[in-house]
């Protein structure tokens, strides 16, 4: 068996979907190896959660976390540390220096590529985000020094990788998520959704005004759009839906997993991000869509997908622009057969986009060598 510490220096929230995706990443890991240790903040204090593939067992330790990642590694054979993308220090300059003295491989992620048009964009205190990305900036080519590789989810196919980068994709936990009644044209409504924490380059004013101009209508079917989830861009989605008068708009908050399960065999078309060009993008790399996917549901998107390579009948693209959405279209598509069955588009998407497979797979690839 072998051991790995999974850090995420910021304090996890159960019930967002970044906790969710950690957790199924740290788990992953532990999969592969036999153990894993997520640190995360706890207040002052890290907690500890230890991974392995017969247990859970969690702890608070008073000590930093870099700290108590250092203790760790002075008491066990650590082979891999993986650190998602944090605000570099000289403490952790130096936690690097020690990981590699110890023989550690050094797997940093960057969740986002390039990131720092997405940070400034999304950021209401955008003084801070600037002071955050100097500090990146400034330490950037230390931390490139001493990892071993950097996994990144690229964001713009049009900028320059390095050598140390390994491209992943964002995943899923798909124990958890159930696949959806098989695909049908429902002839009463045509169904669509989004979920998750939504941020302006979600685009989904675009949906809105789209609405607005079928009025809530197309070939003689009503269009009902729910939006699950809750953030401060879901309130100006509200504003915005109350001033266009739409009836068909439903503002559902945050549901569970069991009930996001009994919700999804109503959708028809799960919708991903339609502005990416307000983030510099052009893949649309979020959660929401590769979830949409392992639950069988066909995605409409301004960018590249990553089923796209898969299956291109899994997902309705739409131009990144500013226009509002003509959902004539988007239901002629639809209605056409442009898409899939839900049992394909499932199929395909947990074989690739399980965090279990993606875990495996980089490990493999930067660390083990196919051990």
């Not at 809530?216 to 861009?233: A, L, N, R």
């Not at 839906?241 to 997993?257: P, Q, R, Y």
């Not at 929401?288 to 990553?306: M, V």
């Not at 089923?307 to 279209?329: G, P, R």
């Amino acid at each position: 068996m072998k051991n790995g510490i999974f850090i995420a220096n910021f304090e996890l929230n159960e019930n967002e979907g970044i906790y969710k995706k950690v957790y199924s990443q740290a788990t992953g890991i532990a999969n592969r190896l036999g153990k894993c240790y997520l640190l995360t903040k706890k207040d002052k204090n890290t907690k500890v959660d230890e991974i392995s593939t017969y247990k859970k067992m969690t702890s608070v330790n008073e000590n930093n976390i870099y700290d108590t990642a250092r203790k760790i590694i002075c008491t066990i054979k650590v082979d891999i540390v993986y650190i998602r993308l944090l605000i570099p220090n000289p403490r952790f300059i130096s936690f690097l220096r020690f990981c590699k003295k110890n023989s550690v491989k050094l797997i940093y992620e960057i969740p986002t590529y390039p990131y720092y048009g997405e940070q400034l964009k999304t950021a209401r205190k955008k003084y801070r985000a600037i002071g955050k990305i100097i500090i990146d900036f400034i330490f950037w080519p230390f931390v490139y020094y001493y990892v071993d590789n950097v996994a990144i989810i690229l964001s713009n196919t049009n900028k320059h990788i390095f050598k140390k980068m390994i491209e992943i994709s964002n995943g899923a936990n798909i124990s958890s998520i159930k696949v959806k009644n098989d695909y049908t044209n429902n002839k009463n409504v045509f169904s669509i959704v989004t979920v998750g924490t939504l941020y302006p380059y979600h685009g989904y004013d675009r949906v809105l005004r789209g609405l607005k101009k079928c009025n809530e209508t197309v070939d003689g079917v009503p269009v009902i759009f729910s939006i699950i989830g809750s953030s401060p861009t879901i309130e100006d989605l509200k504003k915005l839906s109350d001033k266009l008068e739409l009836k068909n708009v439903k503002f559902l908050g945050i549901k569970s997993t069991d009930q996001l399960n009994e919700l999804f065999d109503s959708y028809d078309l799960g919708l991903g991000c339609l502005a990416l060009h307000r983030r510099n993008a052009n893949v649309d790399t979020t959660i929401k869509i590769i979830e949409y996917y392992c639950r069988g549901l066909p995605a409409l998107t301004s960018g590249i997908s990553p089923m796209d390579q898969y299956d291109k009948n899994a997902t309705i693209h739409v131009s990144d622009s500013e226009n509002s959405l003509d959902f004539e279209e988007i239901y002629k598509l639809y209605k056409e057969g442009k898409v899939t069955t839900s049992q394909k588009i499932s199929k395909i998407a947990r074989a690739h986009f399980s965090w279990e497979y993606i875990m495996k797979e980089l490990i493999d690839r930067v660390c083990l060598d196919g051990e």
